[in-house]
């Protein structure tokens, strides 16, 4: 059975696909079959940490939701980005970063519906312990249909009330859904913060727990999603984070 997890943020900006993509990593290493979708079609990018460009993505979501091609042939096995030998398997299913394609969705939409079925085939015909979703942000159709069907909702905000607010709003839809496990992370705090307080005035606020708080880091801008930086630099700080918050996940 595969575990689907959705990461969201409520605004733009806010270090959902560099979340996304470093806890699928760490979660591929702990020996787990993992899968990542970029259902961010408006504004794809998680490829970009994978090391992948526009040449190299012959098929892509968009070719699986216009009927071209069966979801399974949308994925890449970039189980290589992990540095390291595993017995787990990271795959990418990215979205097209074609501006006419794009431009398409933006004009045609496509069936949401679709997303479910391929989802769930998806997890069955790779085998996938996990599938992270990298979300829209903001709440929209393909964004409620992946909370919905979610048993894991990771919310990512920054120390900002306008964040702040936009969680709030995602928090209470998750609850209506009645998605099963709802974690909070919060990214870009600034490291003089009393983090401990910080903590508990979030969990306080949206009666959630925290399970991680990653702080602004110089050094993962500087790679500028170029790369993993947990697999890239694993004695930071900021990759330690992620390897704790990913444990929260598979437990």
């Not at 496509?110 to 479910?116: E, F, G, H, K, Q």
């Not at 936009?166 to 983090?195: E, H, W």
Request: glycine share 6%; net charge negative; hydrophobic share 45%.
């Amino acid at each position: 059975m595969t575990t689907i997890i959705s990461i969201h943020s409520f605004r733009g900006g806010t270090g959902k696909s560099n979340l996304t993509s470093n806890l699928a990593a760490n979660i591929a290493l702990a020996g787990k079959r993992v899968g990542v979708v970029d259902t961010d079609i408006q504004s794809p990018g998680i490829h970009v940490l994978f090391g992948m460009d526009e040449k190299q993505m012959v098929r892509s979501l968009n070719d699986y939701l216009w009927g071209r091609c069966r979801i399974e042939e949308t994925a890449y096995d970039v189980t290589n980005r992990l540095g390291q030998a595993t017995q787990g398997a990271l795959f990418l299913i990215p979205s097209s970063i074609k501006a006419g394609e794009i431009a398409r969705v933006l004009r045609e939409g496509y069936d949401v519906s679709l997303l479910n079925d391929g989802f769930q085939d998806l997890g069955s015909r790779l085998r996938l312990d996990y599938l992270l979703i990298d979300t829209h942000p903001g709440l929209n159709e393909e964004t409620l249909l992946s909370i919905a069907i979610s048993e894991i909702l990771v919310l990512i905000m920054r120390p900002d009330r306008q964040d702040f607010q936009g969680t709030a709003v995602t928090v209470d839809v998750a609850r209506k859904l009645d998605v099963p496990k709802m974690l909070l992370v919060i990214n870009k705090a600034l490291p003089s913060f009393d983090f401990a307080q910080l903590k508990k005035q979030v969990e306080d606020a949206y009666h959630a727990p925290v399970a991680g708080i990653l702080p602004l880091s110089e050094e993962v801008v500087r790679l500028a999603s170029s790369d993993l930086f947990s697999i890239r630099f694993p004695d930071d700080p900021w990759s330690a984070e992620i390897r704790r918050i990913a444990q929260q996940i598979m437990t």
